[in-house]
Structures are given as C-alpha cells and as structure tokens.
Nanobody, 118 residues
C-alpha cells in the first residue's frame, strides 16, 4: 500500500508561483513513475505532468514552460513548481503513483486546492 499526501496549495494572484509537494510512503519510491493531475470544477480530471523513475519528464501543453516537475528520492517526494499561474490553473491538484512503472497509476492522493485569482 502506498500513501500519497499533497501539500503546498493555496490562493495566489495571477502571475504568481506555488510549489506543490507530494510525500509518498513505500520503500521503493525511486522505482515509481509519479504524476500530477488536476480537476477544475465541472471538468474532467486532466493530466498535468509526470516524471519517470529514471527522471524523464513530460507535460501537458497547457503548462509547458510554466510548470516543472522534479523528485527527491531520498525524501520520497515529488514536486510541482508552478510559475506564471493563470486563473485557468485553478483546480484541485492530485498526485499519483505508478508503482509498476507501466503507465497505470495505482495510487492517488486526496488532492490540494490551488486557486488563482485574476
């Protein structure tokens, strides 16, 4: 069983920055692919960014160039640095773990709210 706990959300003005963190349990965190997703009110959950166990990353087009994902395997933590935030980024952000590194996310956090005011 893997537990994921997100933190770092909050209220920020447009153009501002936030850094989300996701702390994971489990002794083999370094083997997991990790992802960030978000869900805005009235919308489907959507992919934001992912980092593979070997460090490869990818991003949704809507956040490319503004968001950066990273991981610290010594701390079992994945981060999402969000810069140049826009009101459209307002959502609940979820962390997810793909513990088998096969593209399927097995575990999800409870989410952290990000609100960007205009």
């Amino acid at each position: 069983q893997v537990q994921l706990v997100e933190s770092g959300g909050g209220l920020v003005q447009a153009g501002g920055s936030l850094r989300l963190s996701c702390a994971a349990s489990g002794r083999t965190f370094s083997n997991y692919n990790m992802g960030w997703f978000r869900q805005a009110p009235g919308k489907e959950r959507e992919f934001v960014s992912a980092i593979r166990w070997f460090g490869g990353t990818n991003y949704a087009d809507s956040v490319k160039g503004r968001f950066t994902i990273s991981r610290d395997n010594a701390k079992n933590t994945v981060y999402l640095q969000m810069n140049s935030l826009e009101p459209e980024d307002t959502a609940v952000y979820y962390c997810a773990a793909d513990v088998n590194a096969n593209g399927g996310y097995n575990y999800w956090g409870r989410g952290t709210q990000v609100t960007v005011s205009s």
